[in-house]
């Protein structure tokens, strides 16, 4: 995913029962970074992706998607 501006808000989604569903969300700091926390209270894998929302000065983005496993 491209770089977002500084302030922008990024969201977490997790991929749950066949559809995105939203997690955090989280604030570009003005070097490109976001971070988000994460707590696992079961063992299983885990797919997240990262989506930026269109603004009129962002074009919308979402990043590749990640598998977790939690053991």
């Known amino acids: 995913m491209a770089p977002v501006r500084a302030g922008a ?5 997790r991929y ?3 559809k ?6 989280a604030a570009v700091r003005s070097n490109g970074t976001y971070t988000f926390e994460f ?8 797919t997240y ?3 930026a ?3 009129g000065q962002n074009a919308a983005g979402v990043s590749p998607t990640a598998k977790v496993k939690v053991s």
């Open 39 to 46: 707590v696992w209270n079961a063992a299983g894998t885990y």
């Open 49 to 51: 992706r990262v989506v």
């Open 20 to 25: 995105w569903v939203h997690v955090s969300s």
């Open 53 to 55: 929302p269109g603004t």
């Open 9 to 13: 808000t990024v969201q977490r989604q």
């Open 16 to 18: 749950l029962a066949g």
